[in-house]
């Protein structure tokens, strides 16, 4: 089996042209004290991957074990490429697919390419087909937003998630692909300084919207 990342690896974006990068060092970029423990979700390194684990209004959510597995591509039978199985960023786009008929116009790229940070906070992302806002922005994050984590040296390729609800000192999220021990489901600080909206999780750089 090829072993891939995250949101996507280039090897398999591009049919195979592109060399496999070094994953050897990679590991799951999330402490399993960091966030909540949700028992309908915790994952179980026992678990096979490709077993629902979770779903959020109706869209499942699997069990991929290690954060480098793939199995296959998935798309739609209309043609519409939702990513790698099970990484987080098929999730993420299978949810706005199914949930809302939504498809991006660029279905591809890592996580971290769901951010376009050349974009000033509130515009338009035309390759994603949503409203974007950054991590510090006035406009409040709220269910249903893509949260993007951005690059780190541990993790290079970023990572996503859903939120599910906020309250107001906290956004709680849904995932997929966290690493083996993580579970699908937690809570991040939420805080409001000056006005602006602050995830309080390393690198997120902001959030997307239908």
Known sequence: MIVL???GISWYLFGGKISLPDL???TDIFKSERVAKNKNSKSNPSTK???VIDSYKGVKVYYNGRVTNVSGRNVTKDGYNLGLKYQCVEFA?????EAYGHKMPDSYGHARDFFDGSLPDGAYNKARGMKQYRNGSSE????N???IIGPSSSNPFGHLF???GTTHDGVKFIQQNPGSRNPARGIYPLELRNGRWYIG???VVGWLRL
């Open 201 to 203: 999780e390393d690198n």
């Open 162 to 164: 859903i939120l599910t």
């Open 49 to 51: 991957a490709g077993k």
């Open 140 to 143: 409040k994050p709220r269910a």
């Open 24 to 26: 050897s060092g990679l």
């Open 93 to 97: 786009k299978r949810f706005y697919y």
């Open 145 to 147: 937003d893509l949260v």
């Open 5 to 7: 990342i995250f949101g």
